[in-house]
């Protein structure tokens, strides 16, 4: 065995001196003998006969009949000293790369797993953010928040199927939603407001721009994965309770700051005023028109007609204008200093 691993090692490894004595000879035009080497290579003839040995194993030497000893092609002996080796790395090369592809599996999971495990779980697609929302209101046993930007849309992916909706008002859980404004010309919010109040709900409206969020007991709360403006493909459930409570927090100062639905008449113009005011402070932060009629929940043709009367209302041509405008007069300034919470809301998403 020990004779077997030799000359694998030898197969592998360089040509030792001698052999390349001894193939150096061959190539040069001289044809060899095992027992007879050349004086002019210096060496015994015992190391001669092995190195020759050698180059025939490898098939660096070829014998003839009459045993005498001729040499491949350098080029060819490249191939042959050399398919070993390059067989090896390839193998080697395989090798790392299934490694790869195994730990960076384990890596990908164990990243999932974090995700998973630390009060955040990512559910991908329409079908499984709504099995998730009807399971989170099965289980749900007293109230459910939610604020729901561009008002009720039958294709929202943040929606619960009809049979969870009914269930709701069944079993009598306490809801708060907050809208946009825009969402009052809606005709079924009304209807929708007469249900929820039933059970000590509520619906209000806001001229603050906010994020999807929907929150149970205050336990768990879904929020969208993708940015604003974009369709709802993924969802975060969070379970933290630091986190959930963070959220909670949030909808109160919304809920507190909204106006009612059944709002009387005379309260009319302050949601008119309020969306005014909060498209005011978008074109202050530098928002395009798409950017503010997506924030608001508005038509993007609404949102560029309350601009064109602001721009009115100021006396001015252009935004350039109305924001030097505005800082003379002071409108945002004031409104601040009434109320810090209520710019920071209206100018900001969710976090």
Same mark, same amino acid.
């Given at each position: 065995?020990? !004779?077997?691993?030799?000359?694998?090692?030898?197969?592998?490894?360089?040509?030792?001196?001698?052999?390349? @004595?001894?193939?150096?000879?061959?190539?040069?035009?001289?044809?060899?003998?095992?027992?007879?080497?050349?004086?002019? !290579?210096?060496?015994?003839?015992?190391?001669?006969?092995? #190195?020759?040995?050698?180059?025939?194993?490898?098939?660096?030497?070829?014998? +003839?009949?009459?045993?005498?000893?001729?040499?491949?092609?350098?080029?060819? @002996?490249?191939?042959?000293?050399? #398919?070993?080796?390059?067989?090896?790395?390839?193998?080697?090369?395989?090798?790392?790369?299934?490694?790869?592809?195994?730990?960076?599996?384990?890596?990908?999971?164990?990243?999932?797993?974090?995700?998973?495990?630390?009060?955040?779980? $990512?559910?991908?697609?329409?079908?499984?953010?709504?099995?998730?929302?009807?399971?989170?209101?099965?289980? /749900?046993?007293?109230? !459910?928040?939610? *604020?729901?930007?561009?008002?009720?849309?039958?294709?929202?992916?943040?929606?619960?199927?009809?049979?969870? $909706?009914?269930?709701?008002?069944?079993?009598?859980?306490? /809801?708060?939603?907050?809208?946009?404004?825009?969402?009052?010309?809606?005709?079924?919010?009304?209807?929708?407001?007469?249900?929820?109040?039933?059970?000590?709900?509520? !619906?209000?409206?806001?001229?603050?721009?906010?994020?999807?969020?929907?929150?149970?007991?205050?336990? &768990?709360?879904?929020?969208?994965?993708?940015?604003?403006?974009?369709?709802?493909? @993924?969802?975060?459930?969070?379970?933290?309770?630091?986190? &959930?409570?963070?959220?909670?927090?949030?909808?109160?100062?919304?809920?507190?700051?909204?106006?009612?639905?059944?709002?009387?008449?005379?309260?009319?113009?302050?949601?008119?005023?309020?969306?005014?005011?909060?498209?005011?402070?978008?074109?202050? +932060?530098?928002?395009?028109?798409?950017?503010?009629?997506?924030?608001?929940?508005?038509?993007?043709?609404? /949102?560029?007609?309350?601009?064109?009367?602001?721009?009115?209302?100021?006396? $001015?041509?252009?935004?350039?204008? +109305?924001?030097?405008?505005?800082?003379? *007069?002071?409108? *945002?300034?004031?409104?601040?200093?009434?109320?810090?919470?209520?710019?920071?809301?209206?100018?900001?998403?969710?976090?």
């Amino acid at each position: 065995m020990s !004779i077997s691993v030799s000359c694998v090692h030898q197969q592998r490894g360089p040509l030792s001196s001698a052999e390349s @004595a001894a193939y150096e000879h061959a190539v040069l035009g001289s044809r060899l003998h095992a027992d007879r080497p050349p004086p002019e !290579i210096g060496i015994s003839r015992g190391e001669w006969a092995h #190195a020759c040995e050698n180059l025939v194993r490898r098939r660096l030497l070829s014998r +003839a009949e009459d045993g005498g000893l001729t040499a491949v092609h350098p080029d060819v @002996a490249l191939s042959i000293l050399n #398919a070993p080796l390059t067989d090896e790395i390839r193998q080697r090369e395989q090798a790392m790369a299934a490694n790869s592809r195994v730990l960076q599996s384990i890596g990908r999971r164990l990243a999932e797993y974090g995700r998973q495990h630390d009060g955040v779980r $990512v559910v991908q697609g329409e079908k499984a953010i709504r099995d998730e929302i009807d399971s989170a209101i099965l289980r /749900c046993a007293t109230e !459910i928040l939610s *604020l729901r930007p561009g008002g009720p849309r039958s294709t929202d992916q943040f929606s619960a199927s009809e049979a969870s $909706v009914t269930s709701i008002f069944v079993r009598g859980l306490r /809801c708060q939603f907050v809208y946009h404004h825009t969402a009052r010309a809606n005709p079924g919010l009304a209807a929708r407001a007469k249900a929820v109040a039933a059970y000590g709900g509520g !619906i209000r409206t806001t001229a603050a721009s906010f994020e999807r969020l929907i929150i149970f007991d205050r336990r &768990v709360a879904f929020v969208p994965v993708d940015a604003p403006g974009t369709p709802d493909h @993924a969802a975060a459930v969070i379970s933290d309770d630091v986190v &959930v409570e963070y959220l909670h927090r949030t909808f109160t100062h919304l809920w507190a700051n909204a106006i009612p639905l059944e709002l009387a008449e005379d309260q009319m113009d302050e949601v008119s005023l309020g969306t005014r005011m909060a498209i005011l402070r978008l074109m202050a +932060a530098g928002l395009k028109d798409e950017a503010i009629a997506n924030r608001l929940g508005m038509a993007l043709r609404t /949102c560029r007609r309350h601009i064109s009367s602001i721009l009115t209302g100021l006396n $001015v041509s252009s935004r350039f204008q +109305a924001g030097i405008r505005i800082a003379q *007069l002071g409108i *945002l300034a004031d409104e601040v200093a009434d109320s810090d919470q209520a710019g920071r809301t209206d100018i900001s998403p969710l976090w």
